[in-house]
């Protein structure tokens, strides 16, 4: 690995590991892929659109109700009364009626396994005093979230022009999910749930992906005629967890094939490597007035980043930071950016140090240095 130094005016120290790669073609209207670990962008089309997300929605409904759990305004064993409302509607239910009571535990599997539309208006009724109320909360929510692209006017997808949600957001929503919810998680990879004996034939699980042995372990399906059939699902592999987000395909034959393709294309294309080791040096960059001519340039922390596997090894790096930089400087002060260029992904860039510190010269140290750089200059422009 190769790094070359230049030099710029405003200094820069984010590190980003959010790069899409475009390589994999998919039949999807609709793609998003993540890298959970690294939260890298695999692969993105059309991922920012606004598009009719259908029972994928009911992942929102479930962040909302795993948020009212952990502050106690719901527990799994509350039982909660079933309103007209959420009677009348059609689709997939959990067959509820006006005279149930239903276990809040029961209700979420019925969203999760049973995608049940009335079991998402009893719980959006019982969070928010009404259906349309939740979603105004859940679009609400869902900008704090940083899921700029959605909108929602139920709780459930049922068709509506107002309700959109994007690729995008949606694996936004899944790492949310993934992340702060673990002891909830395990709901989304039950294969079936059988809601006292009704309907015996409704009872298993819609995601294609739980049963194809490639480690999938969640989330959410949907489908209505005119956002075709999508999902969001998760797969884990030797501690690697990949995302994929696909929307507006055919069948659920197709849905289950395409998400999966993705899936394992994540795994099987992409590495996540060691690139650099904590105190590593990188460069020197020179220290005005300081009891040092220069100061070596050094990585903070170790750096892991997640590669192409035909491209490993390919790195090369340039550094930007000022020129010259006055001293006193601290050990372990941010003076620079590494920046690393991965081929077809986009860069990386990791904030450098001062290896040690450099205190401020004398006035006779100063005065050396000046004539050093000052000769140093004089030397460049005559070559």
Not at 125 to 150: N, V, Y
Not at 296 to 324: F, Q, Y
Not at 334 to 353: A, H, N, Y
């Amino acid at each position: 690995m190769t790094f070359r130094p230049y030099f710029f005016s405003a200094l820069a120290v984010l590190v980003l590991l959010s790069q899409p790669v475009s390589a994999l073609e998919t039949k999807a209207r609709a793609a998003y892929v993540l890298d959970y670990n690294t939260g890298t962008v695999l692969l993105e089309k059309n991922a920012d659109e606004q598009i009719p997300p259908a029972s994928m929605s009911k992942l929102m409904t479930i962040n909302m109700v795993f948020e009212a759990l952990e502050d106690g305004r719901l527990t799994l064993d509350e039982k909660l009364p079933v309103s007209e409302h959420a009677m009348s509607y059609g689709g997939s239910t959990m067959f509820l009626n006006t005279r149930d009571r239903v276990r809040v535990g029961d209700l979420i599997q019925g969203v999760i396994v049973l995608s049940g539309n009335d079991a998402c208006a009893v719980l959006a009724e019982a969070l928010a005093g009404s259906e349309r109320e939740f979603a105004r909360l859940m679009t609400e929510r869902a900008k704090q979230l940083g899921m700029t692209q959605s909108h929602f006017v139920n709780s459930n997808g049922w068709p509506d022009p107002g309700q959109r949600m994007s690729a995008h957001d949606l694996g936004i929503l899944a790492a949310h999910l993934i992340r702060v919810f673990p002891q909830y998680y395990h709901y989304f990879s039950e294969t079936e749930f059988r809601f006292d004996n009704r309907a015996p034939d409704n009872r298993h699980n819609r995601n294609p992906i739980l049963k194809m042995g490639i480690g999938a372990d969640g989330l959410k399906t949907g489908h209505t005629q005119e956002a075709g059939y999508g999902m969001v699902g998760s797969a884990v592999k030797n501690g690697r967890r990949i995302i994929a987000v696909v929307s507006g395909l055919s069948s659920d034959e197709e849905r289950g094939s395409e998400a999966a393709k993705l899936i394992n294309w994540g795994f099987r294309q992409f590495s996540e490597k060691k690139i650099l080791t904590e105190g590593q040096k990188v460069g020197k960059l020179n220290v005005w007035m300081g009891q040092q001519k220069s100061v070596n340039l050094v990585v903070p922390k170790d750096v892991n980043a997640l590669l192409p596997v035909a491209t490993e090894g390919k790195l090369s790096g340039e550094i930007k930071l000022r020129e010259p930089l006055q001293a006193p400087i601290k050990k372990g002060q941010v003076v620079g950016t590494l920046v690393l260029t991965v081929p077809d992904m986009k860069d990386i860039e990791v904030p450098v140090v001062a290896e040690k510190a450099v205190e401020k010269g004398g006035l006779l140290s100063r005065f050396k240095l000046s004539a050093s750089l000052l000769l140093q200059n004089v030397m460049a422009a005559v070559n």
